[in-house]
């Protein structure tokens, strides 16, 4: 990634987590990984102000207690937060998950694969991505 | 007069002639003699006063000498005028200054009396008084009057002149009378005699002698009267004698008139009999048509009532019976006994015979051998039969009718007439009034717009009755409205007809509120259905979902093992580790298989026109065929309405597994369509393997496959999708296949989007 701001990986399955903590190990990318697992406790991090914030946001949909939309939702209807790009990482290839994940202005999109070769191939182009465009950069 | 009127015209005549000379004579006699007494009276006075004047004039010296003597002189010279009778002169003062006096005798007297006062008269005048006649003068002497002269005369010349006059006149009168009379009795014979021969004539006309004539003595009026009477006389003659022939015609006439009269009232009266007898018949019929139009009666109670009518119109009813047989009953008169006299008239019904009615005589054997049975009676037995069999099939008719009113009556559905302008109520059925808690009379108040909620105001109506003429009939839902105001669905079935140039408006309604409610339950149902359904779904979806993520973890773990600890692994865990993930992938498309099942139906596209030849070229790209197998679109495919993703998903799934199955070196794969009725039907055929009939319906089964899973990896789940895509849209899927030679797919889509067919869709639903 071009700047150091951690990555924050929304997920609550853990090997899920440990498939991206690894594909950013085997792609050396060194920002920071924070890994939460619901969006409750995301928003609580995002809104606390000893936290830096993250250059990207990696969210799965599907989560307990507040799933994926939800929190979108609330993100994008915060004034300070809904500048941050989201990228969806999900199981779910429903066209409706699609449709409502870009309504509420996502930066992408991506069904996660069951290859793990094919997963390390989308880390490298989110990376890639973040690095490329122009990103809101508050310091 | 009357005296006039009696006597003859003869002595008429003589009589006029007489008078009028009479009168002619006397008027000119007394003229004559009025004017001679005039005359002579001027004469009397003029001498008198030329004596007087002279008088006057010889004593104007007397007078002046005052000489009274030779005044008296002068005045006695008037003896010799035997007339005059007295004289005297007055002085201016009036004294008398000389006197004369003549008495009856002739001697000169002095004055004895005199019955006139002198003294008054004017001077220079004259009076008639007292018999005398009095003139007076006065006498001048040098412009002064010295005295006036007094003379009065006895007018004896006047009364000899007047004898005379009146003698001579009368000597006159009387000649010429006598002259007259003489004349006229002989003159008046010329008129008079042709006048009575002319009476006498026309008395002995007037007797009857009619041949007698007038002599005609002259040419003149008489004659021409004569004539004139003759030519009467002549015509009166012929006359008479033509009026004689015609009293004599014209009594013949009127004695065959009178003959014919007789004969006539004697028609009469045998007219006015058989008048009596139709009068009978006719009252029989009217009383059968009053019987008849009595509106509760049956047509046994007719038949019962008309043995005895009949029989009262027969001439000889005491001894007729009469029998009705109808539909093998009789109804019969209290005397009925069979005779030999009888008459017989059917009744028919439909040209069938259901009866008839008979007459017998049960009286003695008529006089003279005459029928007692008439020609006229037989035809009132087949007026009445013609009758009865009209109003036995009335009855019939009418009780069909009273059938298929009774039907409308009694229906289950409300049945009403309105009339097309304002919706007035016309009729109702019993099942309207009921319904809607009206009475009929209620009802029949009303209009259909206080009824139909859908119809509260004018212009609803007005529509509704110009939808009704465009289209004749209509079927709407509504809402109708009880007395209470409590409100049921109706399903109305509205139809304008026309009868007798009258249009009405049948309607027939049906309370659809159990209808309604079980449509509401099934919809209940179905809504339960779908949400089980749906509930299904998002649980095939979870649970896919959900299976999912460990899934990738075991496969992520598993990869990681391979690559982190290759080296401590044998070859044996190398393979091992190999079919964890293999056996991990195709759980995964298990999965996928499962998700992609549930998406359909779930997941709604808009429905669009697709034009398949422009889609199959894009599905032939993704299948992406090996070299070596061909795939062809036989015909050109049709545009269809429905979600462009599931009709892709069709032919993709059918034409991968064509490609994913062939066996053959040279694969061929054919698509085409036809029409077949309101469906287009294609078919996609292949030359590969073939399929045992016993598989047909396997096949379309989930999970199931015909190979195993190791030798063409599959999840069994393609067909299962294609189904229910195509059952979704109201299709049906089949194949037609023979071992080793290949297999063909058949499915249909409706030409027509067939809108939302739920049925189909909810047996498509729970299939799944």
């Known amino acids: 990634m071009r700047n150091s701001k951690p990555i924050l990986l929304v997920e609550d399955d853990i090997v899920d987590a440990m498939t991206v903590e690894r594909a950013l190990g085997d792609l050396e990318i060194s920002n920071q990984l924070t890994h939460k697992i619901n969006g409750e406790e995301t928003l609580e991090y995002l809104r606390s102000d000893s936290n830096e914030t993250p250059c990207v946001i990696l969210i799965d949909l599907n989560m307990p207690k507040m799933n994926g939309l939800e929190f979108l939702r609330l993100i994008k209807a915060d004034e300070t937060l809904k500048e941050i790009p989201v990228i969806v990482l999900t199981t779910s290839s429903e066209e409706q998950d699609v449709d409502e994940s870009f309504k509420l202005g996502v930066a992408g999109y991506m069904v996660k694969p069951i290859d793990y070769e094919e997963f390390l191939e989308k880390i490298r182009v989110i990376d890639s991505y973040c690095t490329l465009i122009e990103l809101p950069n508050r310091g | ?768």
């Open chain 2, 1 to 768: 007069m009357s005296l006039m009127r009696n006597i003859s015209i003869r002595h008429k005549l003589t009589a006029i002639i007489m008078l009028t000379c009479a009168v002619i004579l006397l008027l000119a006699i007394t003229v004559f003699i009025v004017w001679a007494q005039i005359n002579s009276r001027h004469n009397l006075i003029r001498d008198l006063s030329a004596h007087a004047a002279m008088i006057g004039d010889n004593c104007k010296a007397a007078l002046a000498f005052e000489d009274a003597k030779q005044a008296k002189e002068t005045l006695s010279a008037l003896h010799v005028q035997e007339s005059i009778v007295f004289g005297c002169i007055h002085t201016p003062n009036g004294d008398v200054f000389a006197s004369y006096y003549r008495d009856k005798n002739g001697t000169t007297t002095e004055r004895v009396d005199r019955e006139v006062d002198i003294s008054k008269i004017p001077k220079d005048s004259h009076i008639f008084a007292g018999g005398l006649l009095t003139v007076s003068k006065g006498i001048v002497l040098d412009g002064e009057i010295i005295g006036t002269v007094y003379l009065q005369d006895d007018m004896r010349r006047l009364h000899s002149a007047l004898v005379w006059d009146i003698v001579v006149a009368v000597v006159i009168l009387v000649s010429v009378l006598t002259i007259a009379y003489v004349l006229t009795a002989n003159v008046q014979k010329l008129v008079s005699g042709p006048i009575l021969s002319l009476t006498e004539s026309a008395a002995r006309i007037g007797k009857g002698e009619l041949n007698h004539r007038v002599k005609i003595h002259s040419n003149d009026e008489l004659g021409k009267l004569g004539e004139s009477f003759n030519d009467m006389a002549q015509k009166l003659k012929e006359s008479y004698t033509h009026l004689e022939e015609k009293v004599r015609r014209r009594t013949v006439e009127l004695s065959s008139a009178n003959e014919k009269l007789e004969t006539e009232i004697v028609q009469r009266e045998q007219a006015q009999k058989m008048l009596e007898e139709r009068i009978k018949e006719i009252n029989c019929l009217y009383s059968l048509s009053r019987l008849v139009e009595q509106p509760q009666i049956t047509f046994e109670q007719i038949l019962e009532k008309m043995p005895d009518l009949i029989r009262n119109a027969y001439r000889h009813a005491e001894t007729t019976c009469i029998r009705i047989t109808f539909d093998g009953i009789h109804y019969q008169t209290d005397n009925f006994e069979k005779s030999e006299l009888s008459q017989y008239a059917p009744i028919k019904v439909h040209k069938n015979k259901a009866g008839a009615i008979e007459a017998y005589y049960i009286g003695e054997k008529g006089k003279n051998g005459r029928e007692p049975f008439i020609e006229e009676e037989q035809n009132l037995l087949d007026l009445v039969a013609e009758r009865l069999s009209g109003i036995a099939e009335h009855k019939k008719a009418e009780d069909k009718l009273a059938i298929f009113r009774n039907l409308i009556k009694q229906s289950n559905d409300c049945i009403f007439v309105i009339d097309p302008e304002w919706g007035r109520i016309l009729d109702v059925n019993d099942r309207t009034c009921e319904s809607l808690g009206h009475t009929r009379e209620e009802l029949l108040k009303t209009t259909i717009k206080d009824i139909d909620e859908s119809l509260t105001d004018d212009s609803s109506w007005q529509q509704l009755t110009l939808k009704l003429k465009l289209k004749g009939e209509i079927i709407q839902e509504g809402l109708y409205k009880r007395r209470d105001g409590t409100t049921f669905f109706v399903e109305t079935s509205l139809k304008l007809v026309s009868q007798k140039n009258e249009s009405y408006i049948i309607g027939v309604a049906r309370d659809t509120t159990e209808r309604k409610q079980a449509e509401e339950r099934q919809a209940g149902l179905i809504e339960q259905v779908e949400s089980i359904n749906r509930e299904l779904r998002d649980f095939a979806y979870i649970v896919s979902h959900d299976l999912k993520a460990p899934l990738r973890g075991i496969k992520s773990l598993t990869q990681w093992l391979s690559a982190d600890y290759a080296d401590k692994l044998d070859e044996k865990g190398q393979e091992q580790i190999k079919l964890l993930l293999s056996r991990a992938e195709r759980m995964h498309n298990l999965i996928e298989g499962v998700l992609e099942y549930s998406r359909v139906g779930r997941e709604k596209e808009n429905r669009i026109q697709v034009n398949l030849t422009e889609l199959l070229p894009e599905v032939i790209d993704m299948v992406a065929p090996p070299e070596s197998i061909a795939i062809t679109v036989e015909n050109e495919l049709p545009t269809v309405e429905c979600e462009p993703t599931r009709i892709r998903q069709v032919f993709q799934n059918l034409l991968s597994n064509a490609v994913k199955y062939m066996d053959k070196p040279q694969g061929l794969i054919t698509i085409g369509c036809v029409e077949d009725g309101a469906f287009w039907r294609f078919s996609v055929a292949d030359n590969g393997p073939g399929i045992e009939e016993k598989h047909f319906e396997r096949i379309f089964q989930m999970f199931q496959t015909l190979t195993s899973r190791d030798k063409f990896e599959s999840t069994g789940v393609g067909l299962t999708v294609i189904k229910k895509i195509v059952e979704m849209y109201g299709g049906k899927i089949w194949v037609e296949s023979q071992v080793s030679k290949g297999s063909t797919f058949f499915f249909t889509m409706p030409k027509q989007e067939m809108g939302v067919n739920k049925n189909a869709k909810l047996k498509a639903d729970i299939v799944s």
